[in-house]
């Protein structure tokens, strides 16, 4: 029964930047790792980057360096802030658990589109 709902895609050209948040609700948010996952057409669903209840971050290596997941336990949101975007991170952009991804909890994701 944990839903979460995804906003912030849109449209950047290269190098530019985009803020993803993520509402999360029926769960216990404070005590689960978090994750944001992306996936483009035809390819799998990959972990960009999760964050654990003790506020630990880590990073695909692609996203390391350039992006930055926080969570708000008070919101119960999640972010990711994606800076010095390329055309590669074109994608649809999903958060879940960041561990053991309830798979019947996949939201509709936020369209990230980077071209230039």
């Known amino acids: 029964q944990v839903q979460f709902v995804e906003s912030g895609g849109g449209l950047a050209r290269p190098g530019e930047s985009l803020k993803l948040s993520c509402l999360a609700s029926?769960?216990?948010?404070?005590?689960?790792?978090l994750g944001w996952y992306r996936q483009a057409p035809g390819k799998q669903r990959e972990l960009v980057a999760s964050i654990t209840s003790g506020d630990v971050a880590n990073y695909a290596n692609f996203a390391r360096g350039r992006f930055t997941i926080s969570r708000d336990n008070v919101k119960n949101m999640v972010h990711l802030q994606m800076n010095t975007l390329k055309p590669e991170d074109t994608a649809v952009y999903y958060c879940?658990?960041?561990?053991?991804?309830?798979?019947?909890?996949w939201g509709q994701g936020t369209q990230v589109t980077v071209s230039s």
């Open positions: 879940n658990y960041g561990v053991r991804a309830a798979e019947n909890s």
């Open positions: 029926g769960t216990t948010f404070r005590l689960v790792t």
